[in-house]
């Protein structure tokens, strides 16, 4: 069921709308970015949530109970989401709030949520600092894959492994704090590592040339450059570094539309690394994805693992509710929680009462194969202990 209310897409995932639906059904809410800038990511994110609660209560949902979803377009507007918010924390029925947008969202989803107690599990931008250990909040939860400090450690060391001697490494971000703090810190962490850090270029968000980044790098000779940034940021960089010649390394952090690019640019020498397998890995977890998803939404499949894992973990915690649920059931189910995400992802994800995000991250790292004319993995998982 879809229909327009107030400029706000609301949809259920149950065939039964209103009280009668609630009554016997585990309610969430989720306020993503469906049409705004974000839209690829976090719209693909609030998809995959959708179609696989579809997928559940098409089978019967959670112990014989369907799972009703109701969807609100926040566009990443600050003042969307506390909208949105504020609906869901008045519904007496729900007991999770999912959010699917930009950072700028958190704020004033979280002071909603905390006004009345209802969890909020954040599914496809970067995790709030307060979901990490050592002193997790009990309502914020996260699934989704960034972590820029971790991010950018491994990068650095896998450029380190990859690389005899000396190397010259240019970084990019965009000029926001979290992009521009990752590569800060990319710069300490290669103190000592034999890594000389010849630039750093920090793009505004509406840039529209990156000539100009691309060629202080370029003239400064970087053999590697690497990128924590929106993807517009590193694919437009890596491009512009290409038109002018130059002959290196790109590494860049794995975005949901990572795999999709991987296949147009088909550049060797473009590598990204994710926590997300990708779908070139044919699992059977990808084919049950990409048979669910097929005519039930505008974004290639390949967009839909963060949804898919966030989904999985949400079920995984509402089987663990006794009926009639409430927001603290959830909540305590959710402190305490191990999820097998069948090779979504290197390795399970783990919560305790001080740690929301996971006890392990695992990365991959992927590009073109000019051979194979395929997306390969060039790098297998990396696990590195969250503390």
């Not at 990572?258 to 088909?266: F, G, V």
């Not at 009462?353 to 051979?371: E, I, K, P, S, T």
């Not at 998982?381 to 969250?386: A, G, R």
Request: aromatic share 10%.
């Amino acid at each position: 069921m879809r229909k327009m209310i107030a400029g706000y897409l609301i949809a259920c995932t149950t065939l039964v709308p209103g009280a009668a639906a609630a009554a016997d059904a585990y309610v969430l809410g989720l306020t993503g970015d469906m049409t705004g800038r974000d839209s690829a990511n976090s719209g693909a994110a609030a998809d995959g949530i959708r179609i696989y609660f579809e997928r559940l209560n098409a089978k019967g949902g959670i112990n014989g109970r369907k799972v009703e979803v109701l969807m609100r377009d926040n566009q990443s507007e600050p003042s969307r989401a506390a909208t949105d918010a504020q609906v869901f924390v008045n519904n007496d029925d729900l007991q999770l709030i999912i959010s699917a947008s930009l950072s700028s969202t958190y704020a004033p989803t979280i002071a909603e949520a905390k006004r009345k107690g209802v969890p909020i599990l954040f599914s496809a931008g970067v995790c709030p600092t307060d979901v990490f250990p050592p002193k997790a909040d009990p309502l914020l939860f996260c699934t989704s894959g960034y972590a820029a400090e971790k991010d950018v450690e491994f990068a650095v060391d896998y450029m380190r492994k990859m690389t005899s001697g000396q190397f010259k490494l240019g970084l990019v971000s965009m000029a926001i704090p979290i992009s521009r703090g990752g590569m800060e810190h990319a710069a300490k962490y290669s103190a000592g590592k034999n890594i000389q850090v010849i630039g750093h270029e920090s793009a505004p968000p509406p840039t529209v040339n990156y000539a100009p980044y691309a060629t202080k790098l370029k003239d400064a000779g970087a053999d590697w450059v690497l990128s924590w940034a929106p993807w517009v940021t590193q694919v437009k960089t890596f491009e512009a570094l290409r038109q002018q010649g130059w002959s290196g390394r790109f590494i860049s952090y794995g975005h949901n539309v990572a795999e999709e690019e991987l296949k147009r640019i088909k550049d060797p020498g473009f590598l990204v690394f994710t926590t997300n397998a990708m779908f070139s890995d044919n699992q059977p977890i990808h084919g049950e994805i990409q048979a669910a998803a097929a005519g039930k939404t505008k974004y290639p499949y390949t967009y839909l693992n963060e949804g898919w894992i966030a989904a999985t973990v949400i079920e995984a915690a509402l089987k663990k509710v006794a009926w009639p649920p409430s927001r603290a059931k959830v909540a305590e189910a959710m402190n305490a929680l191990t999820v097998d995400l069948s090779g979504l992802r290197g390795g399970a994800i783990v919560w305790s009462g001080q740690n929301h995000y996971r006890q392990d991250l695992y990365y991959r790292v992927y590009g073109w194969d000019g051979a194979t004319n395929r997306v390969k993995t060039v790098a297998d998982w990396v696990n590195k202990p969250v503390n």
